[in-house]
């Protein structure tokens, strides 16, 4: 019995540990795939316009039509 309630706690610890972590693992792709669409939806707004050689511009328009300004 000694040896038996050591090894259902270590159980216990390592199945919280991978039960907790489990949760953050598929959430992190959604947050990745928004930055991903509006970057792109930025970026053909941004080929619309008629920038010329004023790439830094260009940029800067799409950073800030990212961040929402």
């Known amino acids: ?3 038996l309630v ?3 706690i270590g159980a216990m610890l390592a ?3 991978i039960v907790s972590v489990a949760p953050q ?3 992190a792709p959604k947050a990745g795939s928004v ?3 509006k970057k792109a939806e930025c970026t053909r707004k941004a080929d619309l316009k008629k920038w010329g050689i004023h790439r830094i511009q260009r940029s800067n328009w ?3 039509c990212i961040a929402g300004g």
């Open 1 to 3: 019995m000694r040896n």
């Open 6 to 8: 050591p090894t259902l």
């Open 15 to 17: 199945s919280f540990a």
């Open 25 to 27: 693992a598929s959430a």
């Open 35 to 37: 930055y991903a669409t």
């Open 62 to 64: 799409i950073n800030d």
